[in-house]
């Protein structure tokens, strides 16, 4: 499982391969880039620190 990131929403997820865009907002391109790229670790960081906090 790899994480993703969403540039045009900021949304960060899990997938197991690079989607064509994303899934919570649809963006398939930002400001002519890829709108969704792999997450840098900071915020993996940030999604898994958001899930345990969800989980107590
Ligand atoms: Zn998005």
Redesign the pocket.
């Given at each position: 499982m790899n994480f993703y990131y969403?540039d045009?929403?900021h949304?960060c997820f899990e997938s197991k391969s690079l989607p064509d865009r994303?899934p919570?907002?649809g963006?398939a391109e930002h400001n002519d880039k890829k709108?969704v790229r792999l997450a840098k670790k900071d915020e993996v960081d940030e999604l898994l620190r958001i899930r345990a906090e969800d989980n107590e």
């Open positions: 969403c045009a929403c949304y994303c919570d907002c963006a709108a």
